[in-house]
């Protein structure tokens, strides 16, 4: 990753007794009694669900193929993930469409995939997955272009404070083609009437629900 620093590896040694005991003690200020039969086990299952959301199993192992005289967009669409939002502790989850214009090389649709698993473990923010996803891609297969679109539901506003459930942010980063060239974002949305946003500004609000199948796609595509 080029351009933002990665926050999927541990700053530090990671003590996963001594988080337990940090979350005992959070309980116990938060007026519960932790050592009851009812929470006793609760700090050891806290500990551990959360030493899975931030460390991440590694990043993808990147094998390039052959383009085989493939020049079109390559889209992978709907890519779930989850992640904890920094600011919270909160979960947040969605999907992000990860697109690409191949250079010389193409890649394995599911490494796009396992990147973008790998980029969400950590304490992150949705805008920084976006821009990390992008330099990822950007490193991996030195594209003409690139593009990242994701929209995610963040619980520490839809479950608590203004409390509006199915709000979701939306954020996206392009570059090369897919951001100097009209027509080649168009061909990311399916077609550049199909997205809400105006095409000719690639940083406008996107609509990720205009994606189309007007590309390579993992249900279509010619590589896994």
Same mark, same amino acid.
């Given at each position: 990753?080029?351009?933002?620093? $990665?926050?999927?590896?541990?700053?530090? /040694?990671?003590?996963?007794?001594?988080?337990? /005991?940090?979350?005992?003690?959070?309980?116990?200020?938060?007026?519960?009694?932790?050592?009851?039969?009812?929470?006793?086990?609760?700090?050891?299952?806290?500990?551990?669900?959360? @030493?899975?959301?931030?460390?991440?199993?590694?990043?993808?192992?990147?094998?390039?193929?052959?383009?085989?005289?493939?020049?079109?967009?390559? @889209?992978?669409? %709907?890519?779930?993930?989850q992640s904890l939002c920094e600011h919270h502790l909160l979960p947040f989850r969605g999907?992000?469409?990860?697109?690409? @214009?191949?250079?010389?090389?193409?890649?394995?649709?599911?490494?796009? /995939?396992?990147?973008?698993?790998?980029? !969400?473990?950590?304490?992150?923010?949705?805008?920084?997955?976006?821009?990390?996803?992008? %330099?990822?891609?950007?490193?991996?297969?030195?594209?003409?272009?690139?593009?990242?679109?994701?929209?995610?539901?963040?619980?520490?506003?839809?479950?608590?404070?203004?409390?509006?459930?199915?709000?979701?942010?939306?954020?996206?980063?392009?570059?090369?083609? @897919?951001?100097? $060239?009209?027509?080649?974002?168009?061909?990311?949305?399916?077609s550049a009437g199909a997205a809400t946003a $105006?095409?000719?500004?690639?940083?406008?609000?996107?609509?990720?629900? !205009?994606?189309?199948? /007007?590309?390579?796609?993992?249900?279509?595509?010619?590589? !896994?």
């Amino acid at each position: 990753m080029t351009s933002v620093r $990665d926050l999927t590896a541990p700053a530090g /040694a990671i003590d996963l007794a001594a988080a337990e /005991a940090a979350i005992a003690q959070l309980l116990t200020a938060l007026g519960q009694d932790a050592a009851s039969d009812r929470l006793q086990a609760t700090p050891g299952r806290a500990a551990t669900a959360l @030493l899975e959301l931030v460390v991440s199993p590694g990043p993808p192992l990147v094998k390039p193929m052959p383009t085989e005289g493939y020049r079109g967009l390559v @889209l992978v669409r %709907d890519i779930p993930f989850q992640s904890l939002c920094e600011h919270h502790l909160l979960p947040f989850r969605g999907r992000a469409h990860v697109g690409f @214009l191949p250079g010389d090389s193409l890649i394995g649709l599911s490494t796009l /995939a396992r990147a973008v698993e790998h980029v !969400a473990h950590g304490l992150q923010l949705q805008e920084r997955i976006t821009q990390q996803v992008h %330099d990822w891609v950007c490193d991996a297969v030195n594209p003409r272009g690139a593009g990242v679109v994701i929209e995610a539901e963040h619980l520490c506003m839809s479950f608590r404070g203004v409390g509006t459930p199915d709000t979701r942010l939306t954020t996206s980063v392009f570059s090369g083609q @897919l951001a100097d $060239d009209v027509a080649a974002r168009g061909a990311f949305f399916g077609s550049a009437g199909a997205a809400t946003a $105006d095409v000719n500004d690639p940083n406008a609000p996107i609509d990720p629900s !205009a994606l189309t199948g /007007a590309a390579l796609t993992a249900s279509g595509g010619l590589h !896994a």
